[in-house]
């Protein structure tokens, strides 16, 4: 038995490609979603209305959509504050890091690279952990954000969609096991180590 076997969507989250300032340069990014009420189609590139600013490293049928366990947003909230910058008072509204799916039951380290999120009429395959970048850092304030990440494994995971269909926030999910053999807080480890060679 899995030890957390099922878990729910709290919330769905969609962007739009918009300016963004990352080291005194103009870029542009979709890393801000806003929640989407009602249900949303699902297809094999993603959430319909859901922008990517760069496919090199978002989008695709492998990094489709981006999901975060909730449970996070509270420790990010914290480290944001540790900074000293008193404009971070405000809680963490589900998208801010980027992600399309709030999810609440599953983390990086229990959910493994193949696993499955069936959904009934959507099913969702764990592709790879996020990697953050400098827009990541931009975003969340402070220049240590995307170490933060690596370091805590605090990242989601990004989806392949297996199965198309439609999406509601409450909806449930139950973890199909894959091989099991890497999980997705071993594979962010993996990749960071690699980087750091």
Same mark, same amino acid.
């Given at each position: ?19 963004? #300032?990352?080291?005194?340069? %103009? ?5 801000? !979603? ?16 859901? @922008? ?10 492998? +990094? ?15 480290? %944001? ?5 008193? #404009?971070? @008072? ?5 998208? $801010?890091?980027? @992600? ?7 983390? @990086? ?30 975003? #969340?304030? $402070?220049?240590?954000?995307? +170490?933060? #990440? ?7 995971? $990004? ?31 993996? !990749?960071?180590? !690699?980087?750091?060679?």
């Amino acid at each position: 038995m899995l030890p957390h076997a099922s878990g729910q969507l709290l919330a769905i989250q969609t962007g739009q490609v918009r300016p963004l #300032m990352v080291g005194g340069r %103009r870029l542009v990014s979709a890393i801000g !979603k806003t929640t989407v009420s009602g249900p949303i189609e699902v297809g094999v590139l993603g959430l319909a209305g859901d @922008e990517q600013a760069d496919l090199s490293v978002h989008g695709g049928l492998r +990094k489709a959509v981006y999901a975060l366990p909730s449970e996070h947003l509270p420790w990010w909230q914290t480290q %944001r504050q540790a900074q000293g910058a008193t #404009m971070f @008072e405000e809680a963490l509204a589900p998208g $801010y890091l980027g @992600e399309n799916l709030s999810l609440q039951g599953v983390r @990086e380290q229990d959910l493994f690279v193949g696993d499955r999120l069936d959904f009934g009429d959507v099913v969702l395959r764990v592709t790879q952990p996020r990697e953050p970048c400098g827009k990541f850092n931009a975003v #969340m304030g $402070y220049a240590q954000a995307a +170490k933060d #990440m690596v370091q805590s494994g605090r990242c989601g995971f $990004y989806l392949a969609v297996d199965q198309p269909g439609r999406l509601q926030a409450g909806a449930s999910f139950q973890i199909i096991p894959g091989q099991r053999s890497v999980s997705v807080a071993q594979a962010l480890q993996h !990749k960071a180590w !690699k980087h750091l060679r």
